[in-house]
């Protein structure tokens, strides 16, 4: 699956674009970018949400789907149950963010100032 | 391309009513379209000499529709312009003001500046290396000016929408998408306390960043589009300039990629518009990163009903604004 996504990106990029002009130049380049999001996703994606799962299960003490667990926290921070101030949640959300990150805008200026720390 | 106008005829017929001196004229492209606005440019002959000039009008000439409902009618718009005008803010000078009987539709004509939009140029082109490091300062000048503008006169025209009402209206927007992001609900935690009172109200330009600002290499020219003015927090204007998402990639240069806060706040207080607190910008800036945040979740939405790759993809830039949020938050890192 990953390779035929790349192979579709790298059409685009090296032959397809070269022949096109205007909006549909800059659509093709978006459209390349998008499958590389899908192809960092489908690298990295799995794993990142494992460890997401893993980490909401660890903070809402039980276990659960992702979207379900995600949910639960957002109620959570929203209703005060969690403490903004946690470390432990502001972790959470630090990792589950860099993860996110780095599959959709790895070239991104705010991952490089975090990651400066 | 005139000819394909169809409201060509009228125009001139208006013009030639309300500027003395008009022949005609002369021609007239289309910049740019969106949903809440058409921009046309193009040039009049008056006085046998040729002048450039924008029409900004409503889409087909109707009544402005916006998805947001925060615009302000162009009519007002154009008021508001001649008031910040007046107060020494640098805008462009409105010409005419569009009459239901000259058929052109809603809308008005005003000068045509030179100068730049496209963030990328101004902060990566040589002409613009010299004024650059002046920039900041000079928004400052002039958001000071615009914040100084008497809103008295205005009040009756223009809504408020102070720090609170913002922050729920993008609360609203947040959850009607039932998508959730522990970011977003950490950041409006983190902002309620922070923007629970309103505080000093003054006339807002906001939109004040990148697109909006038209930079010479002698500098701003002008403070353009003014369809979401009203009357609010002074610092709105600054945070949003400040956002990263304005920075186009010159992350540490925090206002617009071109310049620092300190030298925006010292040119907007040498400008009289008061003291400006640190923290409280900073409150200002998550605020923007949010409201981003949120935009490009609204703006996937739209993508699910029109189906373009453009529209796909921003859905995924929300998540830019989380780490901006995190980097701003947990960092105290603009």
């Known amino acids: 699956m990953l390779e035929l996504v790349k192979a579709v990106q790298s059409f685009i990029e090296t032959r397809a674009m070269p022949e096109l002009k205007g909006h549909t130049a800059f659509h093709a380049r978006v459209a390349a970018n998008a499958l590389g999001i ?15 799962k893993a980490q909401l299960a660890r903070l809402l003490g039980h276990e659960g789907e992702l979207e379900e667990l995600n949910r639960e926290l957002c109620k959570h921070i929203r209703e005060g149950k969690i403490d903004i101030e946690s470390s432990a949640l502001r972790q959470h959300l630090e990792q589950t963010t860099l993860d996110k990150v780095m599959i959709d805008q790895p070239n991104y200026s705010g991952l490089k100032i975090a990651k400066s720390r | 391309m005139t000819t394909t106008v169809d409201f060509f005829a009228d125009l001139d017929r208006a013009l030639a009513m309300a500027l003395p001196g008009f022949e005609r004229v002369e021609s007239i492209t289309r910049l740019s379209g969106g949903a809440s606005q058409e921009t046309w440019a193009f040039d009049a002959l008056i006085d046998g000499r040729s002048e450039p000039l924008i029409l900004r009008r409503s889409p087909g000439g109707g009544a402005r529709v916006t998805e947001s409902g925060n615009s ?236 373009s790759v453009e529209r796909a993809a921003i859905g995924r830039r929300s998540s830019e604004t989380e780490i901006d949020l995190i980097n701003l938050i947990i960092h105290g890192k603009m």
Not at chain 2, 98 to 104: S, T
Not at chain 2, 239 to 255: M, Y
Not at chain 2, 284 to 307: E, H, N, P, T
Request: glycine share 10%; hydrophobic share 40%; proline share 5%.
């Open chain 2, 72 to 307: 302000v009618a162009l009519e007002t718009e154009a008021v508001v312009i001649e008031a910040a005008r007046a107060s020494g803010v640098a805008a462009p000078r409105v010409r005419y003001v569009l009459k239901p009987a000259d058929h052109v539709g809603h809308g008005y004509v005003m000068d045509r500046l030179s100068g730049e939009t496209i963030a990328r140029k101004i902060l990566r082109d040589v002409e613009f290396d010299a004024v650059r490091p002046d920039l900041a300062r000079q928004c400052g000048t002039i958001l000071a000016k615009i914040h100084q503008v008497d809103a008295a006169p205005l009040a009756h025209l223009l809504p408020v929408i102070d720090g609170p009402t913002q922050l729920r209206r993008y609360r609203d927007l947040y959850d009607s998408y039932n998508y959730p992001h522990p970011v977003f609900e950490f950041a409006f935690k983190w902002l309620e306390p922070r923007m629970a009172k309103p505080r000093r109200q003054t006339l807002v330009h906001g939109d004040f960043r990148h697109g909006n600002l038209l930079i010479s290499p002698r500098g701003v020219e002008a403070a353009l589009d003014w369809e979401l003015t009203h009357i609010g927090d002074p610092l709105e204007d600054i945070g949003w300039i400040c956002t990263n998402s304005w920075r186009f990639g010159v992350a540490d240069k925090v206002v617009g990629g071109f310049g620092d806060l300190r030298d925006l706040i010292a040119g907007y207080e040498e400008a009289g518009g008061g003291k400006v607190d640190i923290d409280d910008a900073r409150t200002w800036i998550v605020y923007g990163s949010l409201k981003w945040g949120v935009m490009c979740m609204s703006m996937y939405q739209g993508f699910r009903a029109d189906g």
């Open chain 1, 38 to 52: 899908v192809a960092r996703e489908l690298e990295t994606g799995p794993k990142a949400a494992e460890m997401e």
